[in-house]
């Protein structure tokens, strides 16, 4: 292969490989270079296996309640190593599934470790991309833009040392051979409450500790406090409002123990494991960003709207650059930079709009303003509620837990914001997301036939509690 390129992308995760796809349909001759494995955090250490596993906690769980669904069923058990086999099947063959669009798209994928060298007279703007293989050799790539996309890792508190045994984060928690007997997960974001869910379908004892006063605390409160109570039914023990004392952390067989701060009193919490899901950090070490004059802030990449740096042939996307680190976010951020690459004019990405999930028993998701958020932006909002237990569909799964919830702008009747828990509202969502983006009205969405029986109907009905006119309230 010729070094010279029109775009490098370094890191091939789910923001690098799917701007490569879009660079090559634009005509552009593209390289991805991957250190790792294509895919990056979302398709290995992310999304889909931590959604495998939760499906197969999903299903050990209707097990159990067979006999609610008239299934009679007997002898259930868990065998933890074939949902990780199972798990590790689904990543291969997604991951060969990547390959294969890297040479379909006739990319080239350079297996190494990308540092941008700055620029040289072969590539006075971009800079050269020098890719270090793991012999120690090493070969020069010459760009006209470089995409950084080399995503993040997970963090830990300062004085809390991830030993990946006792101390773990969802990286080793993928990697389990057997299951813990107690879990405490420090931290209730998405993550967290994920692992907490799947654990706890699988019989771990799990209690959570959380900083802000609430779990999911960036989702609208009514859906924190619900996941709270329908987490508690379950015996997860869920602790807010607490500072988790890292130096306190002391070792005993086959446990560990850590203190936390609440409300000036100190708790202690003693587990086979602690989960460590505090957010990530962007990688943006050692990828030679002092060789030019891009930006790194508060701990991430510096871009504009089009994701371009301070040096304007070199972009940056994804999880480096902060912000939603969410794998469909990456990825649209990779494909608007290209195409602004490309000389296109790619409409830049309005935050607002972007579907948020956490998958769960039940599911969470949300587009748009939490209602304090509105109020807090000075819009007079009107709330239509919608519970599951009235839906045919959701009494036929037997998951009628949770509800719907639409914030619209009483002056405009605009939809400010959707938020949902209960069964399959990642996928629900999706709906929300385009009446954000069609700037759709609850009339609107209420006068979308949707189909019955089906969960869908929430959307229509939640749409009408806005003005007071559920049919099924
Ligand atoms: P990454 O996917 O992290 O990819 C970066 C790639 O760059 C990696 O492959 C890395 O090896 C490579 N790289 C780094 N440095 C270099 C270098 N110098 N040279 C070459 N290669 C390099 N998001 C969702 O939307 N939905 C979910 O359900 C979801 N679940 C998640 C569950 C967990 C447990 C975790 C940890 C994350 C989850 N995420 C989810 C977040 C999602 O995985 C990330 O937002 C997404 O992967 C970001 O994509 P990216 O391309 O920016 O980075």
Redesign the pocket.
């Known amino acids: 292969m010729s070094n010279e390129y029109d775009v490098v992308v370094?890191?091939?995760?789910?923001?690098?490989?799917v701007a490569a796809i879009r660079a090559s349909q634009l005509g552009m001759k593209v390289a991805v270079?991957?250190?790792?494995?294509?895919?990056?955090?979302?398709?290995?250490?992310?999304?889909i296996?931590?959604?495998a596993l939760l499906r197969s906690a999903e299903v050990y769980h209707t097990l159990k309640n067979g006999a609610y669904y008239g299934v009679e069923v007997s002898d259930i058990g868990i065998n933890f190593l074939r949902m990780q086999e199972r798990k590790q099947e689904i990543v291969d063959q997604l991951h060969k599934g990547v390959q294969h669009l890297m040479k379909k798209g006739k990319i080239d994928v350079y297996e190494?470790?990308?540092?941008i060298m700055g620029p040289s007279i072969f590539s006075p703007q971009a800079g050269a991309i020098n890719?270090e293989y793991t012999n120690g050799e090493a070969e020069i790539l010459v760009p006209k833009f470089v995409l950084i996309?080399?995503?993040?890792?997970?963090r830990t508190l300062p004085g809390l040392t991830i030993d990946k045994e006792a101390v773990i984060t969802?990286?080793e928690a993928?990697e389990l051979k057997e299951l813990p007997r107690s879990v405490l997960i420090i931290g209730g974001g998405?993550?967290g409450i994920?692992?907490a869910s799947l654990f706890n379908d699988l019989g771990v004892d799990v209690e959570i500790v959380e900083y802000a006063d609430r779990i999911l605390p960036f989702e609208d409160e009514d859906i924190s406090k619900e996941i709270a109570r329908l987490f508690k039914k379950r015996k997860i023990k869920v602790h807010t409002g607490a500072k988790v004392l890292p130096e306190t952390l002391s070792r005993g067989e086959g446990n560990v123990t850590i203190k936390a701060e609440q409300n000036g009193k100190e708790l202690a919490f003693t587990a086979e494991k602690i989960l460590v899901s505090v957010g990530?950090q962007a990688?943006v070490e050692?990828?030679g960003m002092n060789n030019v004059d891009a930006r790194i802030e508060n701990g991430v990449i510096k871009v504009n709207e089009m994701y371009q740096t301070n040096e304007p042939h070199i972009y940056a996307?994804?999880?480096?650059i902060g912000g939603l680190?969410?794998?469909?976010?990456?990825?649209h951020e990779?494909i608007v930079a290209v195409e602004h690459m490309a000389g296109l004019r790619p409409r830049p990405i309005d935050y607002t709009m972007v579907p948020k999930?956490t998958?769960s028993r039940p599911e969470v998701a949300s587009v748009g303003l939490t209602e304090t958020e509105a109020r807090a932006k000075g819009y007079s909002v009107k709330i239509g509620k919608f519970s599951f237990r009235a839906i045919g569909k959701a009494l036929v799964y037997g998951e009628y837990d949770g509800f719907v919830k639409f914030i619209a702008d009483e002056k405009t009747n605009d939809v400010l914001g959707i938020h949902m828990i209960g069964p399959h509202v990642t996928d629900l969502i999706a709906e929300g997301a385009l009446a954000r983006v069609l700037d759709a009205t609850p009339w609107e969405i209420a006068h979308t036939i949707h189909p019955h029986p089906t969960l869908s109907e929430i959307m229509g009905e939640a749409a009408l509690a806005v003005d007071g006119k559920a049919i099924h309230s």
């Open positions: 370094l890191g091939g995760g789910t923001g690098g490989y270079v991957e250190k790792d494995k294509l895919g990056g955090t979302c398709l290995h250490r992310g999304c296996p931590s959604k190494g470790t990308g540092r890719v996309a080399t995503g993040s890792r997970p969802s990286d993928l998405v993550i994920e692992w990530r990688n050692d990828i996307i994804g999880d480096v680190q969410l794998a469909h976010v990456a990825s990779g999930c998958y």
